[in-house]
């Protein structure tokens, strides 16, 4: 179904298609293997935990067969309902051997464009926002990002709240936002933005997250001369490096 746009002024039909992300190569997840210490492929899997059967709202009796509680008749397994209760995850190798990850080493492999593996070290979670001097941009850049989450900076004692509110002070008289790159962990990394917040006569920092910036690939042409010039939103041409994934310190046994 086609989409339109309904002003005051005009009512037209317009195409649509999802803006690409124009930081994916950057921000990408990668690809991870997890493996033994003798290379074995490993595969997260989710195993039922506890689980029943019912049918006709009656709780079934699974042995090696489904039987109706009340009258002994054979349930088929296809009329049962499987009520799933809960369920956990369980790291099965190729030889289907569980690995217990508190008593066993697991490796990990980034699969490279080429499909060679490459060991790498997860990220530890990050804890320090550090915002050197050019890292700090207008704040209408936000704007085109797509944000994932929210919080809040903040502190309980007065000499750290006069510090975080004269740092407030300065970069809302900038007009200015920080970034900087983040982890929460594992593999994956986004950007944060680092914004001073005045509401209702109060302030507070405010962390957004973002790993999404829409790349606009349909831009039309003016089909009139302006008349009244439009102050376009400035871009940010570069973007803090986001760290590389680590090589594992000591290298993994050969795979085999």
């Known amino acids: ?48 935990a506890t ?15 489904l039987v109706d509680p009340e009258t002994n008749k054979e349930i088929p397994l296809a009329e049962a309902l499987e009520v799933l ?29 080429d499909d060679s593996e490459s060991p790498v070290k997860p990220f530890k979670p990050f804890n320090l926002f550090d915002i050197p001097e050019e890292n700090w941009v207008p704040s209408v850049i936000i704007e085109s990002f797509d944000i994932l ?20 002070e300065k970069r809302l008289k900038q007009d200015k936002i920080g970034i900087c790159a983040w982890s929460f962990g594992k593999f994956k990394q986004c950007y944060a933005f680092v914004c001073p917040t005045v509401r209702e006569g109060k302030f507070v920092w405010v962390v957004k997250f973002a790993d999404y910036q829409p790349e606009l690939v349909h831009l039309m042409d003016i089909p009139a001369k302006v008349t ?11 973007l803090p490096p986001v760290q590389a994934l680590v090589i594992e310190v000591q290298q993994a046994k050969k795979k085999k």
Not at 85 to 102: A, F, W
Not at 149 to 168: C, D, G, K, N, W
Not at 228 to 238: D, Q, S, W
């Open 1 to 48: 179904m086609p989409w339109r746009l309904k002003t005051s002024s005009i009512d037209v039909e317009v195409s649509y298609k999802k803006c690409p992300n124009k930081l994916r190569e950057s921000l990408r997840e990668p690809n991870i293997k997890l493996r033994t210490e003798t290379g074995e492929l490993i595969t997260p899997l989710r195993v039922v």
């Open 51 to 65: 689980s029943k059967y019912q049918w006709q709202n009656k709780e079934l009796k699974a042995e090696i067969k």
């Open 85 to 113: 209760g809960h369920y956990k995850e369980k790291l099965v190798t190729e030889s289907g051997r569980i690995v217990d990850p508190d008593n066993e080493e697991i490796y990990h492999y980034q699969v490279l464009e």
């Open 149 to 168: 989450s929210t919080y809040e900076l903040f502190s309980e004692r007065p000499i750290i709240q006069r510090q975080l509110f004269e740092e407030a």
């Open 228 to 238: 009244i010039p439009f102050k376009e939103a400035p871009t940010l041409k570069t």
